[in-house]
């Protein structure tokens, strides 16, 4: 008999084991990236979050790279006029960017921005905050020049959430982005 209640009070506990909810994973929050993995295009390659959803490019994106509210977008624009590769000719760009992200968005404010010039790469890198389908988000952008194109990067999260996101991700994979070797 006894062996019977201890049996029944096992049961009993067991029972509503299954009834408890699992809270839902929320998709809002944007985790820590992990581990990077090399992606490349026929133009430029850079480091990837491996944690981070990836989906494939249409036109002249190339590919977005989510988690939560965060996404990293690659664009490919094509470009006639002679691209940038001087220091004086980055700073022209620099300015001339400027204009147009404000033309384009007026709430935009600029908090820094800086020129590129390494072996794999001549660019311009936007920092602000700004809106974007109605939300104010911050964003790292990196406009880089080579092969008849300009090559955006563009890195962008609540403005919360920015600066943590940034340092664990946003700067990393903009500071893998490399242009193949230049075509003259």
């Known amino acids: 008999m006894r062996c019977a209640l201890t049996c029944l009070a096992v049961a009993v506990l067991l029972s509503g084991c299954g009834n408890d909810r699992t ?3 929320d998709i809002g929050v944007i985790r820590a990236p992990g581990e990077f993995r090399a992606v490349r295009f026929s133009e430029t390659s850079l480091r990837a979050p491996v944690s ?5 490019g249409e036109g002249r994106r190339l590919v977005t790279f989510s988690a939560g509210q965060a996404q ?7 470009r006639t006029e002679p691209l940038p590769e001087t220091r ?5 760009t620099r300015k001339a960017l400027i204009a147009q992200v404000q033309a384009h968005d ?9 020129l590129i010039r390494r ?15 109605g939300v ?29 996101v940034d340092e664990q991700t946003f700067r990393r994979v903009l500071d893998s982005a490399k242009l193949t070797a230049a075509r003259r």
Request: a positive charge; zero cysteines; glycine letters at 6%.
């Open 136 to 164: 104010q988000r911050s964003v790292r952008s990196l406009h880089g020049y080579g092969h008849k194109a300009e090559i955006v990067i563009d890195a962008f999260a609540p403005t919360q959430d920015f600066p943590r």
């Open 23 to 25: 809270p839902p994973r």
């Open 52 to 56: 981070w959803l990836r989906s494939p």
């Open 88 to 92: 004086d000719q980055l700073h022209a």
């Open 106 to 114: 007026p709430t935009f404010k600029l908090t820094s921005s800086r």
């Open 119 to 133: 072996p794999a790469l001549r660019a311009v890198e936007l920092v602000g905050v700004g809106t974007t389908q």
């Open 72 to 78: 990293i977008a690659v664009w490919r624009y094509p």
